[in-house]
């Protein structure tokens, strides 16, 4: 089943604006996980984040947690033609469960 | 170092077959997991092997079986393939199940 649900389903930027997306998930975690999917290739892990942790900086990458509201945000600051990939939230650590994804498109 | 490899890429059967697929993980990495991707259900988990033992499965029927050898290479197996088989099955390998995965390309697999 799925356990993360990401928003918007798409999102179609400018390069050089921000691009921010949601997760909400429905049970307990212990961490969060986003990874970026090319089209037509594997899963890229970017960022784990603690449930113990509210907010993690990786690069252009800004994540925040939010476990009262069950909710994680991704941000790509300063977006590139290359972000242009579909991104997934992932609960859990044995059995990785993921959203539909955000599929984001940067826009030369 | 290489990444995680899955062979092969590409595969075309027809409803009834049955298929094995291969994946190597990262030297080093003991945790091997599949999934399921389809446009429809999204990415779906399938099971996960940690030093040759099943660890979890996910909600596929008995068709869809798996192992894990003791040079961590992982294989799966679907019999009596079905249309709705059609999917990127993609294998993700990791040190250990407490660290984050690392994602082969996949292999496309098409029943006709």
């Known amino acids: 089943s799925q356990q993360g649900e990401e928003d918007p389903q798409a999102l179609s930027i400018q390069e050089g604006e921000n691009a921010t997306m949601n997760c909400s998930y429905k049970?307990?975690?212990?961490?969060l996980q986003w990874y970026r999917q090319n089209s037509g290739r594997g899963l890229v892990h970017l960022i784990l984040?603690?449930?113990?942790?509210r907010e993690k900086h990786s690069g252009r990458l800004r994540v925040t947690l939010d476990t009262s509201k069950k909710s994680s945000s991704l941000l790509i600051t300063a977006s590139r033609a290359a972000d242009t990939a579909s991104y997934f939230c992932?609960?859990?650590?044995?059995?990785?469960?993921f959203g539909a994804g955000t599929t984001v498109t940067v826009r030369a | 170092k290489a990444g995680v490899t899955q062979t092969p890429r590409y595969l075309i059967k027809t409803r009834g077959q049955q298929v094995t697929l291969s994946c190597s993980p990262i030297?080093?990495?003991?945790?091997v997991s599949w999934y399921q991707q389809t446009p429809g259900q999204g990415l779906q988990f399938l099971f996960e092997?940690?030093?040759?033992?099943?660890?979890n499965k996910g909600n596929f029927p008995g068709r869809f079986s798996g192992r894990q050898f003791s040079n961590s290479r992982s294989e799966m197996n679907v019999s009596t393939l079905e249309l709705g088989d059609s999917a990127l099955y993609l294998c993700?390998?990791?040190?250990?199940?407490?660290?984050?995965?690392?994602f082969g390309d996949g292999t496309r697999l098409s029943i006709l």
């Open positions: 993700a390998s990791s040190r250990d199940p407490n660290q984050p995965q690392h």
């Open positions: 049970t307990s975690i212990n961490n």
């Open positions: 984040i603690r449930s113990n942790e």
């Open positions: 992932a609960t859990d650590e044995y059995k990785l469960s």
């Open positions: 030297s080093g990495h003991r945790s």
């Open positions: 092997y940690f030093s040759e033992t099943q660890r």
